[in-house]
């Protein structure tokens, strides 16, 4: 049976994870992991996904800022910068407040994420722009 797509979950909560991932699952998508930012970049490199649903705060509270500045600029990952990101986080559930991408002063040179989502995700929504930015990308 063919899939609807490969998705890597980049994050270090395995709740969120394992949420996902059986979302994921369930509406017909392939799904690998990574717990963090290195182990994402080496699985980018050995899968390959059609998208990365991306955590912005790991280990450290740029590591997904990190994961995406190297994917989107470093000539060593030049043949995956085409593959869309999904970038979540709970900043706004622990703090009220949210990632703004499109304030440049706040984000100074730091490559954008495709799309943002605030955690906890709603699996309705997740799925709609799972499969929205896998179409619109593959078309690219």
Do not use: C, H, W
Not at 56 to 80: A, C, N, Q, V, W
């Amino acid at each position: 049976m063919a899939t609807k797509g490969k998705i890597l979950i980049v994050d270090d909560d395995p709740d969120f994870v394992k949420t996902t991932k059986m979302i994921l699952l369930a509406d017909g998508y392939e799904v690998q992991v990574a717990s963090d930012g290195k182990m994402g970049l080496e699985k980018i490199r050995e899968v390959k996904p059609d998208l990365i649903l991306l955590d912005i705060m790991m280990e450290s509270i740029f590591e997904g800022f990190s994961l995406m500045g190297t994917l989107r600029t470093s000539p060593e990952y030049e043949d995956y910068q085409g593959i869309p990101v999904l970038m979540v986080s709970s900043v706004r559930a622990d703090t009220g407040s949210r990632f703004s991408f499109s304030d440049e002063e706040d984000m100074g040179d730091i490559p954008q994420p495709d799309e943002y989502m605030d955690k906890p995700l709603k699996p309705k929504e997740l799925l709609e722009k799972v499969g929205n930015l896998i179409q619109r990308f593959s078309k690219a």
